[in-house]
């Protein structure tokens, strides 16, 4: 509705630059991330969701142009009036320094087809086609995104599974690749509590979330002190999903703008931020002081 009118385009305009000088901010990010999509299940959504913002944005943009100004998105380019993704998001790109593209939450406990990576480089492998980091940059570069203004969202966490032990294993004694999996014995992550059930925005009853930030896998005793799997955990390795590594290297080679954390609090030591500075070749300035 911020955007929605005339009206309420110029209080939120209002609204936006008196935060930037009230506290002397350099830039602003609007988490807006699906356009005439729902969201949580209870928004209101208009098929010109994109146009309007397109138009704030461009506002904001003629008020101040100098502030640094992103967005953070989906894997997708935005929504247009009838319901697909935009072919052509140029107008967005010129007047927004960059975009995030949240390129994890692809599985979880509310996905079908059995487990599956978080926050997978690459879908060629995994049994359902929801997404990657390489399609979402081919598919907002395609939309007309130059790659240099985009930023590749990449987690300091993962969700859990509970799988029954008859399922984890392949008959060659190794853990399977995409297990089913059962949600009404979804595990507690680190910030579930006793896993009581509340309920969301929209009203709506909630259990465990199962997220465990990475530090909470360390801590947990999956992961040792230098995020390596701790003696007696099985693991394998997931062509899908890969590594920080793997995206840092992904980052370069794609020429994007650079990578974003969600959320760097959630790492450990910066091994995570370390390992994405290593592959891309730039210096951390990272310290844990």
């Known amino acids: 509705m911020a955007v929605a009118t005339d009206t309420n385009r110029t209080a939120f305009l209002g609204a936006v630059l008196g935060l930037v000088k009230t506290y002397n901010l350099d830039g602003i990010d609007f988490d807006w991330e699906y356009p005439n999509k729902q969201g949580i299940g209870c928004n209101i959504i208009s098929p010109n ?10 506002a904001l943009r003629q008020q101040a142009p100098n502030l640094v100004i992103s967005l953070a998105v989906g894997i997708t380019p935005f929504l247009d009036a009838t319901g697909t993704p935009m072919t052509d998001v140029s ?5 927004v320094d960059h975009i995030a593209i949240m390129a994890y939450d692809i599985w979880g406990s509310w996905s079908t087809g059995g487990v599956g990576p978080n926050a997978p480089l690459d879908d060629s492998c995994a049994p359902v086609k929801d997404g990657s980091a390489t399609s979402a940059v081919e598919a907002w570069t395609a939309a007309n995104f130059p790659a240099d203004q985009i930023a590749l969202g990449v987690p300091a966490y993962g969700h859990s599974f509970h799988v029954d032990s008859t399922s984890a294993y392949s008959s060659a004694g190794v853990l399977a690749a995409y297990p089913p999996f059962d949600k009404a014995l979804q595990p507690l992550g680190n910030d579930d509590g006793n896993g009581t ?18 530090y909470a896998m360390i801590d947990s005793g999956f992961l040792n002190m230098n995020g390596d799997p701790a003696p007696g955990i099985d693991y394998r390795w997931d062509n899908c999903s890969q590594t920080v590594i793997a995206k840092g290297n992904f980052i370069n080679a794609q020429g994007l703008k650079g990578y974003s954390m969600w959320q760097s609090q959630g790492d450990y030591n910066n091994i995570l931020t370390k390992a994405l500075h290593a592959a891309m070749g730039i210096q951390s300035d990272c310290s844990t002081d």
């Open 49 to 58: 969701d994109s146009a309007n913002f397109l138009v704030f944005l461009q």
């Open 91 to 95: 107008g967005f790109a010129k007047v």
């Open 197 to 214: 059930i509340t309920n969301d925005q929209c009203g709506n009853p909630t259990g465990p979330g199962g997220v465990f930030d990475f």
